[in-house]
Protein backbone atom coordinates (compact mmCIF):
# COMPACT_ATOMS: atom_id res chain seq x y z
CA UNK A 1 0.00 0.00 0.00
CA UNK A 2 1.08 3.42 -0.52
CA UNK A 3 0.35 4.43 2.61
CA UNK A 4 2.50 1.77 4.50
CA UNK A 5 5.23 3.06 2.25
CA UNK A 6 4.96 6.63 2.98
CA UNK A 7 5.00 6.18 6.56
CA UNK A 8 7.89 4.17 6.69
CA UNK A 9 9.68 6.50 4.10
CA UNK A 10 12.58 8.66 5.00
CA UNK A 11 11.05 11.42 3.29
CA UNK A 12 7.60 11.59 5.06
CA UNK A 13 8.12 9.50 8.32
CA UNK A 14 10.81 12.00 10.62
CA UNK A 15 8.74 15.22 9.55
CA UNK A 16 5.61 13.28 10.98
CA UNK A 17 7.21 12.22 14.05
CA UNK A 18 8.27 15.86 14.84
CA UNK A 19 4.72 17.37 14.53
CA UNK A 20 3.48 14.25 16.13
CA UNK A 21 5.85 15.21 19.21
CA UNK A 22 5.11 19.02 18.83
CA UNK A 23 1.42 18.68 19.09
CA UNK A 24 1.58 15.82 21.59
CA UNK A 25 3.87 18.62 23.80
CA UNK A 26 1.46 21.66 23.25
CA UNK A 27 -1.93 20.04 24.12
CA UNK A 28 -0.25 18.12 27.35
CA UNK A 29 0.66 21.02 28.30
CA UNK A 30 -2.06 23.22 27.02
CA UNK A 31 -4.55 21.16 28.40
CA UNK A 32 -2.73 20.75 32.04
CA UNK A 33 -2.90 24.65 32.07
CA UNK A 34 -6.78 25.10 31.29
CA UNK A 35 -7.34 21.41 33.50
CA UNK A 36 -5.54 23.66 36.84
CA UNK A 37 -6.72 26.85 36.26
CA UNK A 38 -10.67 25.52 35.80
CA UNK A 39 -10.20 23.15 38.69
CA UNK A 40 -7.66 25.09 40.85
CA UNK A 41 -6.42 28.45 40.47
CA UNK A 42 -9.88 29.94 39.14
CA UNK A 43 -10.47 30.37 42.78
CA UNK A 44 -7.32 32.13 43.38
CA UNK A 45 -7.89 34.25 40.42
CA UNK A 46 -11.20 35.73 41.12
CA UNK A 47 -12.28 34.75 37.77
CA UNK A 48 -14.94 32.63 36.34
CA UNK A 49 -13.60 29.46 34.76
CA UNK A 50 -14.46 29.61 31.52
CA UNK A 51 -13.22 33.18 31.08
CA UNK A 52 -9.89 32.38 32.18
CA UNK A 53 -10.35 29.57 29.23
CA UNK A 54 -10.75 31.44 26.88
CA UNK A 55 -8.15 33.80 27.83
CA UNK A 56 -5.43 30.94 28.12
CA UNK A 57 -6.65 30.27 24.64
CA UNK A 58 -6.49 33.87 23.46
CA UNK A 59 -3.18 33.85 24.51
CA UNK A 60 -2.41 30.28 22.51
CA UNK A 61 -3.90 31.95 19.48
CA UNK A 62 -2.32 35.41 19.43
CA UNK A 63 1.28 34.16 18.05
CA UNK A 64 -0.26 33.10 15.06
CA UNK A 65 -1.39 36.10 13.68
CA UNK A 66 2.03 38.36 15.09
CA UNK A 67 4.81 35.45 13.97
CA UNK A 68 3.39 33.42 11.20
CA UNK A 69 4.52 35.17 8.25
CA UNK A 70 7.95 35.95 9.68
CA UNK A 71 8.03 31.91 9.56
CA UNK A 72 6.69 31.79 6.55
CA UNK A 73 9.54 33.85 5.32
CA UNK A 74 12.12 32.35 7.24
CA UNK A 75 11.24 28.65 5.70
CA UNK A 76 10.88 30.11 2.04
CA UNK A 77 14.55 32.09 2.54
CA UNK A 78 16.33 29.18 4.17
CA UNK A 79 16.47 25.69 4.86
CA UNK A 80 13.16 24.65 6.26
CA UNK A 81 14.53 21.24 8.28
CA UNK A 82 16.93 23.81 9.70
CA UNK A 83 14.32 26.07 10.85
CA UNK A 84 12.55 22.79 12.32
CA UNK A 85 15.70 22.20 14.24
CA UNK A 86 15.83 25.19 15.53
CA UNK A 87 12.94 25.77 16.79
CA UNK A 88 12.57 22.67 18.64
CA UNK A 89 15.18 23.42 20.36
CA UNK A 90 13.35 26.38 21.36
CA UNK A 91 10.48 24.33 22.71
CA UNK A 92 13.29 22.86 25.52
CA UNK A 93 14.14 26.60 27.04
CA UNK A 94 10.04 27.27 27.05
CA UNK A 95 9.73 23.82 28.57
CA UNK A 96 12.10 24.98 31.61
CA UNK A 97 10.61 27.86 32.30
CA UNK A 98 6.89 26.26 32.37
CA UNK A 99 8.60 23.73 34.60
CA UNK A 100 9.02 26.47 37.02
CA UNK A 101 5.60 27.84 36.50
CA UNK A 102 4.24 24.19 37.73
CA UNK A 103 5.93 24.39 40.55
CA UNK A 104 5.81 27.61 41.89
CA UNK A 105 1.99 27.77 41.11
CA UNK A 106 2.75 30.81 38.75
CA UNK A 107 -0.32 31.48 36.48
CA UNK A 108 0.91 34.24 34.91
CA UNK A 109 4.26 32.60 34.11
CA UNK A 110 2.66 30.01 32.81
CA UNK A 111 -0.05 31.90 30.38
CA UNK A 112 3.49 33.65 29.41
CA UNK A 113 4.60 29.84 28.15
CA UNK A 114 1.54 29.63 26.41
CA UNK A 115 1.92 32.54 24.28
CA UNK A 116 5.76 31.53 23.62
CA UNK A 117 4.81 27.75 22.79
CA UNK A 118 1.93 29.34 20.08
CA UNK A 119 5.03 31.23 18.97
CA UNK A 120 7.00 28.20 18.24
CA UNK A 121 3.88 26.28 16.54
CA UNK A 122 3.35 29.67 14.58
CA UNK A 123 7.08 29.57 12.94
CA UNK A 124 7.00 25.95 12.32
CA UNK A 125 3.93 25.20 11.19
CA UNK A 126 4.52 27.50 7.63
CA UNK A 127 7.78 25.08 7.06
CA UNK A 128 6.23 21.95 7.81
CA UNK A 129 3.48 22.32 5.39
CA UNK A 130 5.94 23.44 2.54
CA UNK A 131 8.38 20.69 2.89
CA UNK A 132 5.27 17.73 2.00
CA UNK A 133 5.36 18.97 -1.31
CA UNK A 134 8.95 18.69 -1.74
CA UNK A 135 9.48 15.35 -0.57
CA UNK A 136 6.12 13.54 -1.54
CA UNK A 137 4.46 12.96 -5.15
CA UNK A 138 1.96 14.53 -5.62
CA UNK A 139 -0.34 11.13 -5.36
CA UNK A 140 1.02 11.02 -2.55
CA UNK A 141 -0.38 14.75 -0.54
CA UNK A 142 -3.35 13.97 0.48
CA UNK A 143 -2.21 11.34 2.09
CA UNK A 144 0.27 12.97 2.97
CA UNK A 145 -1.73 15.86 4.38
CA UNK A 146 -4.14 13.02 5.96
CA UNK A 147 -1.63 11.18 8.34
CA UNK A 148 -0.52 14.56 9.06
CA UNK A 149 -3.90 15.91 10.34
CA UNK A 150 -4.31 12.58 11.93
CA UNK A 151 -1.29 12.07 14.00
CA UNK A 152 -1.64 16.11 15.18
CA UNK A 153 -4.82 15.03 16.21
CA UNK A 154 -3.94 11.68 17.61
CA UNK A 155 -1.33 13.54 19.52
CA UNK A 156 -3.49 15.80 20.95
CA UNK A 157 -5.79 13.18 22.31
CA UNK A 158 -3.03 11.85 24.10
CA UNK A 159 -2.00 15.08 25.57
CA UNK A 160 -5.58 15.56 26.75
CA UNK A 161 -5.72 12.51 27.96
CA UNK A 162 -2.60 12.27 30.39
CA UNK A 163 -2.04 16.08 30.78
CA UNK A 164 -5.50 17.43 32.20
CA UNK A 165 -5.94 14.33 35.00
CA UNK A 166 -2.09 13.89 34.91
CA UNK A 167 -1.54 17.93 36.92
CA UNK A 168 -4.55 17.47 39.29
CA UNK A 169 -2.92 14.31 40.58
CA UNK A 170 -0.43 14.29 43.73
CA UNK A 171 2.92 15.81 42.73
CA UNK A 172 0.92 16.21 39.31
CA UNK A 173 2.81 19.42 38.48
CA UNK A 174 6.28 18.22 38.44
CA UNK A 175 5.27 14.62 36.98
CA UNK A 176 3.81 17.39 33.97
CA UNK A 177 6.89 19.42 34.13
CA UNK A 178 9.28 16.04 33.44
CA UNK A 179 7.22 14.74 30.54
CA UNK A 180 7.11 18.38 29.02
CA UNK A 181 10.99 18.31 28.51
CA UNK A 182 10.96 14.81 27.55
CA UNK A 183 8.59 15.26 24.83
CA UNK A 184 10.54 18.44 23.98
CA UNK A 185 13.62 16.70 23.99
CA UNK A 186 12.24 13.42 21.39
CA UNK A 187 11.01 16.58 19.03
CA UNK A 188 14.70 18.00 19.02
CA UNK A 189 16.26 14.00 18.24
CA UNK A 190 13.65 13.37 15.59
CA UNK A 191 13.76 17.04 13.61
CA UNK A 192 17.41 15.83 12.77
CA UNK A 193 16.20 13.60 10.86
CA UNK A 194 14.17 15.64 8.45
CA UNK A 195 15.53 15.55 5.01
CA UNK A 196 17.26 19.10 3.77
CA UNK A 197 14.30 21.44 1.91
CA UNK A 198 15.81 21.84 -2.10
CA UNK A 199 13.58 24.77 -2.84
CA UNK A 200 15.21 28.31 -1.15
CA UNK A 201 14.49 31.97 -2.40
CA UNK A 202 17.41 33.77 -1.33
CA UNK A 203 15.54 37.05 -2.68
CA UNK A 204 13.28 36.97 0.21
CA UNK A 205 13.38 40.02 2.02
CA UNK A 206 13.18 39.49 5.72
CA UNK A 207 11.42 41.68 8.55
CA UNK A 208 10.88 41.52 12.33
CA UNK A 209 7.70 44.11 12.16
CA UNK A 210 5.02 41.33 12.57
CA UNK A 211 2.35 43.84 11.44
CA UNK A 212 4.58 44.51 8.07
CA UNK A 213 4.73 41.31 7.41
CA UNK A 214 1.24 39.94 8.09
CA UNK A 215 -0.02 42.77 6.09
CA UNK A 216 2.72 41.72 3.02
CA UNK A 217 1.50 38.33 3.33
CA UNK A 218 -2.08 39.08 3.21
CA UNK A 219 -2.06 41.45 0.65
CA UNK A 220 -0.61 38.37 -1.55
CA UNK A 221 -3.12 36.13 -0.91
CA UNK A 222 -5.85 38.75 -1.48
CA UNK A 223 -4.31 38.87 -5.18
CA UNK A 224 -4.88 34.91 -5.73
CA UNK A 225 -8.86 34.76 -5.45
CA UNK A 226 -8.59 30.66 -6.02
CA UNK A 227 -5.71 30.35 -2.72
CA UNK A 228 -8.09 33.02 -0.29
CA UNK A 229 -11.19 31.14 -1.01
CA UNK A 230 -9.44 28.16 -0.27
CA UNK A 231 -8.08 29.20 2.53
CA UNK A 232 -11.42 30.94 4.00
CA UNK A 233 -12.74 27.77 4.12
CA UNK A 234 -10.19 26.00 5.70
CA UNK A 235 -10.19 28.06 8.95
CA UNK A 236 -14.08 27.90 9.30
CA UNK A 237 -13.02 24.63 10.43
CA UNK A 238 -10.83 26.18 12.90
CA UNK A 239 -13.16 28.82 14.07
CA UNK A 240 -16.21 25.57 15.03
CA UNK A 241 -12.88 23.32 16.40
CA UNK A 242 -11.64 25.95 18.94
CA UNK A 243 -15.29 26.78 20.18
CA UNK A 244 -15.09 22.87 21.61
CA UNK A 245 -11.33 22.58 21.95
CA UNK A 246 -11.51 25.26 24.79
CA UNK A 247 -15.07 24.82 25.84
CA UNK A 248 -15.89 21.44 26.33
CA UNK A 249 -13.92 21.32 30.00
CA UNK A 250 -15.56 24.25 31.13
CA UNK A 251 -19.02 22.80 29.99
CA UNK A 252 -18.40 19.74 32.21
CA UNK A 253 -17.71 21.51 35.22
CA UNK A 254 -20.80 23.96 34.40
CA UNK A 255 -23.51 20.98 34.21
CA UNK A 256 -21.88 19.74 37.58
CA UNK A 257 -19.55 16.56 36.31
CA UNK A 258 -15.64 16.17 37.52
CA UNK A 259 -12.63 16.52 35.41
CA UNK A 260 -12.41 13.26 33.98
CA UNK A 261 -15.97 13.68 31.96
CA UNK A 262 -13.93 16.45 30.78
CA UNK A 263 -11.52 14.78 29.38
CA UNK A 264 -13.74 12.19 28.33
CA UNK A 265 -15.60 15.02 26.09
CA UNK A 266 -12.63 16.50 24.56
CA UNK A 267 -11.42 12.84 24.02
CA UNK A 268 -14.34 11.95 21.84
CA UNK A 269 -14.24 15.15 19.67
CA UNK A 270 -10.63 14.57 19.20
CA UNK A 271 -10.64 11.19 18.51
CA UNK A 272 -13.50 12.14 15.56
CA UNK A 273 -10.89 14.12 13.96
CA UNK A 274 -8.49 12.08 13.63
CA UNK A 275 -11.01 9.42 12.45
CA UNK A 276 -12.23 11.69 9.87
CA UNK A 277 -9.07 12.76 8.39
CA UNK A 278 -7.72 9.18 8.03
CA UNK A 279 -10.92 8.28 6.61
CA UNK A 280 -10.46 11.07 3.85
CA UNK A 281 -7.51 10.37 2.81
CA UNK A 282 -7.88 6.37 2.43
CA UNK A 283 -11.44 6.85 0.28
CA UNK A 284 -9.67 10.19 -1.48
CA UNK A 285 -6.65 8.10 -2.03
CA UNK A 286 -4.44 10.41 -5.09
CA UNK A 287 -7.27 12.72 -6.17
CA UNK A 288 -7.06 16.06 -4.63
CA UNK A 289 -10.55 17.10 -4.60
CA UNK A 290 -12.75 19.18 -2.51
CA UNK A 291 -15.90 18.33 -3.53
CA UNK A 292 -16.75 16.39 -0.16
CA UNK A 293 -16.25 20.10 1.63
CA UNK A 294 -19.69 21.25 1.90
CA UNK A 295 -21.37 18.40 2.69
CA UNK A 296 -19.04 18.30 5.65
CA UNK A 297 -20.23 21.25 6.71
CA UNK A 298 -23.30 20.45 6.59
CA UNK A 299 -22.99 17.41 8.51
CA UNK A 300 -21.05 19.21 11.24
CA UNK A 301 -24.38 21.36 11.82
CA UNK A 302 -26.27 18.35 12.06
CA UNK A 303 -24.38 16.95 14.93
CA UNK A 304 -23.93 20.37 16.55
CA UNK A 305 -27.72 20.33 16.41
CA UNK A 306 -28.17 17.20 18.05
CA UNK A 307 -25.74 17.71 20.98
CA UNK A 308 -27.36 20.75 22.31
CA UNK A 309 -30.90 19.00 21.85
CA UNK A 310 -29.26 15.84 23.94
CA UNK A 311 -26.83 17.93 26.65
CA UNK A 312 -28.32 18.08 30.10
CA UNK A 313 -28.24 21.79 31.22
CA UNK A 314 -27.14 21.09 34.29
CA UNK A 315 -26.90 17.26 36.70
CA UNK A 316 -27.47 17.29 40.31
CA UNK A 317 -24.41 17.47 42.52
CA UNK A 318 -24.04 14.19 44.93
CA UNK A 319 -23.37 15.35 48.42
CA UNK A 320 -22.20 19.12 46.80
CA UNK A 321 -19.96 17.65 45.01
CA UNK A 322 -19.14 16.83 41.24
CA UNK A 323 -20.37 13.85 39.19
CA UNK A 324 -17.49 11.62 38.67
CA UNK A 325 -16.95 9.33 35.42
CA UNK A 326 -18.50 6.37 36.95
CA UNK A 327 -21.80 7.79 38.36
CA UNK A 328 -22.25 9.76 35.05
CA UNK A 329 -21.81 6.39 32.80
CA UNK A 330 -24.13 4.83 35.36
CA UNK A 331 -27.19 7.15 36.01
CA UNK A 332 -26.96 10.18 33.29
CA UNK A 333 -29.39 9.34 30.13
CA UNK A 334 -28.11 9.94 26.73
CA UNK A 335 -23.97 10.35 27.33
CA UNK A 336 -23.58 7.61 24.41
CA UNK A 337 -25.73 10.17 22.21
CA UNK A 338 -23.98 13.30 23.60
CA UNK A 339 -20.22 11.39 22.90
CA UNK A 340 -21.45 10.14 19.48
CA UNK A 341 -22.10 13.47 18.70
CA UNK A 342 -19.05 15.16 19.34
CA UNK A 343 -17.37 12.23 17.71
CA UNK A 344 -19.34 12.90 14.32
CA UNK A 345 -18.71 16.82 14.57
CA UNK A 346 -15.16 15.98 14.74
CA UNK A 347 -15.27 13.52 12.32
CA UNK A 348 -16.77 15.82 9.47
CA UNK A 349 -14.32 18.27 10.53
CA UNK A 350 -11.33 15.85 9.56
CA UNK A 351 -12.91 14.99 6.15
CA UNK A 352 -13.34 18.84 5.87
CA UNK A 353 -9.85 19.30 6.20
CA UNK A 354 -7.96 17.13 4.46
CA UNK A 355 -8.91 18.55 1.24
CA UNK A 356 -8.44 22.17 2.10
CA UNK A 357 -4.76 21.78 3.03
CA UNK A 358 -3.73 19.48 -0.03
CA UNK A 359 -5.58 21.77 -2.42
CA UNK A 360 -3.57 25.33 -1.02
CA UNK A 361 -0.93 23.10 -1.12
CA UNK A 362 -1.32 22.31 -5.11
CA UNK A 363 -2.16 25.65 -5.89
CA UNK A 364 0.75 27.28 -4.21
CA UNK A 365 3.79 28.16 -6.13
CA UNK A 366 6.85 26.54 -4.80
CA UNK A 367 9.09 29.93 -4.06
CA UNK A 368 5.98 31.20 -2.13
CA UNK A 369 4.32 28.18 -0.46
CA UNK A 370 5.47 28.36 3.29
CA UNK A 371 4.05 31.95 3.08
CA UNK A 372 0.95 30.81 1.85
CA UNK A 373 0.80 28.57 4.30
CA UNK A 374 2.09 31.16 6.94
CA UNK A 375 -1.24 33.36 5.68
CA UNK A 376 -3.60 30.74 6.08
CA UNK A 377 -2.37 30.13 9.30
CA UNK A 378 -2.71 34.25 10.24
CA UNK A 379 -6.32 33.54 8.56
CA UNK A 380 -6.56 30.68 11.10
CA UNK A 381 -5.77 32.40 14.21
CA UNK A 382 -8.26 35.57 12.88
CA UNK A 383 -11.06 32.87 13.21
CA UNK A 384 -10.01 31.31 16.24
CA UNK A 385 -9.86 34.87 17.82
CA UNK A 386 -13.27 35.91 16.43
CA UNK A 387 -14.19 32.52 17.96
CA UNK A 388 -12.90 33.31 21.36
CA UNK A 389 -14.73 36.87 21.30
CA UNK A 390 -17.89 35.57 20.29
CA UNK A 391 -18.05 33.47 22.58
CA UNK A 392 -16.81 36.11 25.22
CA UNK A 393 -19.89 38.44 23.83
CA UNK A 394 -22.58 35.78 24.60
CA UNK A 395 -21.07 35.34 28.47
CA UNK A 396 -21.18 39.06 28.23
CA UNK A 397 -24.70 39.03 27.59
CA UNK A 398 -25.92 36.27 30.36
CA UNK A 399 -26.22 33.23 28.14
CA UNK A 400 -24.58 30.03 29.43
CA UNK A 401 -21.75 27.54 27.28
CA UNK A 402 -24.49 25.69 25.62
CA UNK A 403 -25.50 28.53 23.90
CA UNK A 404 -22.33 29.00 22.33
CA UNK A 405 -22.44 25.83 21.11
CA UNK A 406 -25.77 26.69 19.41
CA UNK A 407 -24.90 29.76 17.80
CA UNK A 408 -21.97 27.98 16.32
CA UNK A 409 -23.99 25.43 15.25
CA UNK A 410 -26.45 28.04 13.36
CA UNK A 411 -23.24 29.78 11.89
CA UNK A 412 -22.11 26.70 10.26
CA UNK A 413 -25.40 25.65 8.69
CA UNK A 414 -25.03 29.72 6.76
CA UNK A 415 -21.46 28.37 6.28
CA UNK A 416 -22.62 24.92 4.56
CA UNK A 417 -25.13 26.46 2.87
CA UNK A 418 -23.26 28.70 0.89
CA UNK A 419 -20.64 26.14 0.27
CA UNK A 420 -23.30 23.74 -1.29
CA UNK A 421 -24.59 26.86 -3.49
CA UNK A 422 -21.24 27.85 -4.46
CA UNK A 423 -20.31 24.37 -5.28
CA UNK A 424 -24.00 24.21 -7.45
CA UNK A 425 -22.85 27.58 -9.64
CA UNK A 426 -19.34 26.24 -10.36
CA UNK A 427 -20.97 22.80 -11.14
CA UNK A 428 -23.27 24.64 -13.43
CA UNK A 429 -20.47 26.78 -14.99
CA UNK A 430 -18.90 23.85 -15.78
Known sequence: MASSHLLSSRRYLP???TQFLGALNDNFFKTAVVMLVTYRLSSTAGIAPHRLVILAGALYMLPYILFCAIGGKLADKFDKAVIARIIKLAEVVFMLVAALGFYFHLSALLFLVLFCMGAHSALFSPAKYALMPEHLKEGELMEGNAFLEAGTFIATLLG???????????????IVSLCVLLIAGLGVFSSRFIPTSGVRDHSVRLGFNPFVE???ILGYMLLQPALLKTSLTNSWFYFVAIIFAMLLAPYARAIGVDEDVGTLLLTAFTLGIGAGAITCGTLLGGGVSTRSVPWCALGMSIFIFDFCATSPATLPHINDSLITLHTFLATV???????????MVAFCGGFFIVPLYAA?????SPEHRAQV??????????FMVASAFMALGIFILGSGIENVFLVTGILNTLVALYLLMSASRAYLRD
Open 15 to 17: LLL
Open 160 to 174: TIAGGPMVLRAHGEI
Open 333 to 343: PGWRRMLFDLF
Open 373 to 382: MACNNVINAF
Open 360 to 364: LQRQS
Open 214 to 216: TRE
